[in-house]
């Protein structure tokens, strides 16, 4: 990777490698913008940079193929640390915030030790919307002394969800939000040659990533993470390998959301709106992973193993008519049961339609 693969951010990137060219590299530093615009990649390219071995006078690091950059790209580079939650006793599952104990001894305890083999000690703290205050406190002292071969990287959507303390010590860097024209260059330039990619109606994909999905899902809510639950259950069933998809399952699932409990006009909609924003995590998993963040990042396993059984093109052909009957419900008042039922089949001859 290089700094190429960050597109529409040019002033931050700019400023990342000035410091890097002129030596004038800060100590704490505080990435921050919209979920999906190149955060997490820049800071993996800083850390990469900011350990690479390459001597060249010409070319602004990470040079991408010596040892240390290596070792960064696969995360096994003993000197750049990503602060990771505790793991949940009872559950065996990460926690859903970082507190005093993984920042005391992933980073505390370490960030006054020398570097094992590069020449700096880099720690990113990506999800720092997630890292409790009293952690943030336990930080203020080595953001205040510094010493000289550390790089703290803070990571976040929300600036101003950080103690005001900590956003005085560190350089800021803003990353804008990508315009309709600009995401749209991207996925052209992910997505595969060949088949499909003329018809690709990227328009509407992109509106679909700006739809409210994309701004509000948080998995804590509970009505909304049962949806999404039923959903991915739903787009497992309705991807298996031909032969393998039981359609009397798929059509009860179907019935269940349709029918069941009383559910209303709205929770069908509701249903498809997830459906469409998983597709579409699905869909930028497929084509775009390094630049555009998959909204369900939680769940992005199933989401990879859904779309690599799917295939791009009947992604693309899924996509639109879940969109389809989106709008039949939801426009054109046709029987909420119905739709769904037809979409089940329609769904079924999309998947593995070449790509
Ligand atoms: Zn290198």
């Not at 990503?82 to 505390?108: N, W, Y």
């Not at 006054?112 to 990113?124: A, D, K, S, T, Y």
């Not at 005085?168 to 499909?196: H, K, M, T, V």
């Not at 009860?252 to 069908?268: F, L, Q, Y």
């Amino acid at each position: 990777m290089d700094w190429g693969i960050i597109q529409g951010q040019d002033a931050a990137v700019e400023s990342l490698r000035r410091d890097i060219s002129s030596d004038r590299v800060g100590g704490a530093y505080i990435f921050y913008g919209p979920e999906g615009v190149g955060k997490a990649t820049a800071a993996g390219l800083f850390a990469q940079a900011l350990e690479c071995e390459s001597k060249s006078e010409t070319e602004t690091p990470p040079c991408g193929v010596c040892p240390a950059c290596g070792k960064v790209e696969r995360g096994v580079h003993p000197d750049v640390i990503t602060v990771r939650p505790e793991k949940d006793k009872s559950t065996g599952q990460d926690r859903k915030t970082i507190g005093v104990g993984p920042i005391r001894e992933q980073v505390l305890e370490r960030a006054h030790q020398r570097p094992q083999e590069g020449r700096r000690l880099v720690f990113i703290l990506d999800n720092a919307q997630t890292v409790t205050i009293q952690a943030f406190n336990s930080l203020l002292k080595t953001l205040e002394e510094p010493s000289p071969d550390t790089v703290l990287i803070i990571v976040t959507p929300n600036l101003h969800a950080l103690p005001p303390t900590v956003i005085s010590r560190c350089r800021r860097l803003r990353f804008r939000s990508l315009n309709r024209a600009e995401q749209r260059g991207i996925l052209s330039a992910n997505l595969p040659d060949g088949e499909g990619k003329e018809e690709v109606d990227l328009d509407r994909l992109i509106s679909l990533s700006l739809g409210r999905l994309g701004q509000a899902f948080d998995a804590d809510s509970g009505a909304l993470a049962e949806q999404r639950e039923s959903a991915l259950a739903f787009l497992e069933e309705v991807s298996a390998p031909v032969g393998k998809a039981d359609e009397a399952v798929l059509l009860s699932m179907a019935a269940g959301v349709a029918g069941g409990g009383g559910s209303t006009r709205k929770d069908v909609l509701g249903f498809l709106e997830m459906i469409l924003g998983l597709l579409r995590d699905i869909l930028v998993l497929e084509v775009a992973p390094d630049v555009l963040e998959p909204w369900n990042a939680d769940v992005e396993k199933a989401l990879r193993a859904i779309g690599g059984r799917w295939g791009v093109s009947g992604l693309i052909q899924a996509l639109d008519r879940v969109r389809n009957a989106t709008r039949d419900v939801g426009e054109i008042n046709t029987n909420p049961s119905l739709t769904l039922e037809s979409l089940v089949i329609s769904l079924r001859g999309t998947v593995g339609a070449g790509g």
